[in-house]
């Protein structure tokens, strides 16, 4: 077992707090993603349980043993990071060989299992190379390569493949997550990338100014999110979202009005609000342009005008400026230019509310009343 527990775990640097108080669960076996912008506190994190950081409170456990008196190389994790770390008087096969040598695994081991890492991540014309021959690329695939030979109970990846090209990074992710699978390894990945993120992860961690947002599996996270940062960071392309200026309850449902003072919508969903909403929000791929199925909700939108058509093969995203905002609709055709009047039909299940402290606002279907 090596589950990873953080406890009222704390970081400051002199008067700035980075991490507040905060507990976290990263289960034994799963992949765990840190997600957030940049400067959210996730690589702070992800050192303090490598041991290259202190924490200023709390507590680090690894399988249960309290870390935080040990020092890193005693804690039988595997480190990944962004800058490679690479031995560059030594060649690829010195590299990836190293942590088998320094455990003084046999010769013979060495050789196979460095020739089995190399084949899966396509090193095996680079062996003798040094780093400096090597691509960015390159050599961030033998610094993966050096970790997963060690085969530990932990791997910590620091944004490993931020600097691989799009084709190599897809297939690394995929790698990873075979090798996850196979090794059933407690592994705590640290990534800006919510697309890596959605990839890879049994449980995501979202994380703004070292504050935990959310916790829960990708589609929890893209179904529910808890608040309006959530929200607006997990998917792509970004959710829709208009601000709601009334919000009144009847027999029927909910009756709202979108947009300012001057430019209202109304809309009539058969939901009952659990709070005051402020803000609405649908995904682009929930909303269709065209007559609603029975039940659906209609919004509609005047003004239209295509500012861009994102074509990704087998689907296309139209963005769009309109007099409630911009917003993005997946698009009916290949080659749309939507402008005028749209008509979006929604389901009420696919509406997010949100209240004024930008948290989740609850809501249930209710039987249409005649």
Same mark, same amino acid.
């Given at each position: ?80 990071f ?44 680079l ?24 085969r ?32 059933? !390894? &407690? ?6 990338? =919510?697309?890596?993120a959605?990839?890879? @992860?049994?449980?995501? *961690? #979202? +994380?703004?100014?070292?504050?935990i ?10 179904r ?52 005051? !909403? &402020?803000?609405?929000?649908?995904r682009?791929? =929930?909303?269709r342009?065209?007559?609603? @199925?029975?039940?659906? *909700? #209609? +919004?509609?939108?005047?003004?239209c ?14 963005y ?51």
């Amino acid at each position: 077992m090596a589950e990873i527990q953080l406890k009222s775990i704390s970081k400051r640097f002199g008067d700035v707090e980075v991490i507040p108080d905060i507990d976290l669960t990263m289960p034994d076996g799963q992949v765990t993603v840190l997600l957030g912008p940049s400067g959210c506190g996730k690589s702070t994190l992800l050192r303090m349980i490598a041991g290259l950081e202190t924490p200023s409170g709390g507590e680090v456990r690894i399988a249960g043993r309290l870390m935080n008196d040990v020092p890193p190389s005693d804690r039988g994790c595997a480190l990944v990071f962004q800058n490679y770390a690479l031995y560059p008087h030594k060649t690829v096969r010195q590299n990836l060989a190293f942590p088998l040598r320094m455990a003084k695994v046999s010769a013979a081991e060495q050789q196979r299992s460095v020739d089995e890492i190399a084949g899966t991540l396509e090193l095996t014309p680079l062996l003798d190379r040094f780093p400096r021959q090597l691509s960015g690329g390159q050599r961030q695939r033998v610094a993966m390569g050096r970790a997963m030979i060690r085969r530990p109970e932990v791997f910590l990846y620091d944004e490993p493949l931020s600097n691989l090209d799009l084709e190599l990074r897809v297939r690394l992710r995929l790698e990873i997550a075979r090798m996850q699978r196979t090794l059933k !390894a &407690t592994a705590v990945y640290v990534t800006h990338d =919510q697309t890596e993120a959605m990839t890879l @992860a049994d449980q995501i *961690v #979202v +994380l703004r100014k070292g504050r935990i947002e959310q916790v829960g599996s990708p589609l929890t996270l893209y179904r529910s999110p808890a608040n309006l940062f959530v929200a607006g960071f997990i998917g792509t392309p970004r959710i829709n979202l208009f601000k709601v200026q009334r919000c009144e309850p009847d027999a029927r449902g909910t009756f709202l009005r979108l947009g300012d003072a001057t430019q209202q919508v109304p809309l009539h969903v058969p939901l009952r609000l659990h709070g005051e !909403a &402020t803000t609405i929000g649908f995904r682009a791929e =929930q909303a269709r342009i065209g007559e609603p @199925a029975p039940g659906e *909700v #209609v +919004l509609e939108l005047r003004d239209c005008e295509t500012l861009a058509v994102e074509q990704l093969g087998d689907r296309a995203f139209c963005y769009l400026r309109s007099a409630l905002g911009e917003l993005v609709l997946l698009a009916p055709t290949a080659n749309p230019q939507l402008s005028g009047t749209l008509r979006l039909s929604i389901a009420p299940e696919s509406l997010h509310f949100f209240s004024a402290d930008e948290r989740a606002v609850q809501s249930e279907a209710i039987r249409a009343v005649a």
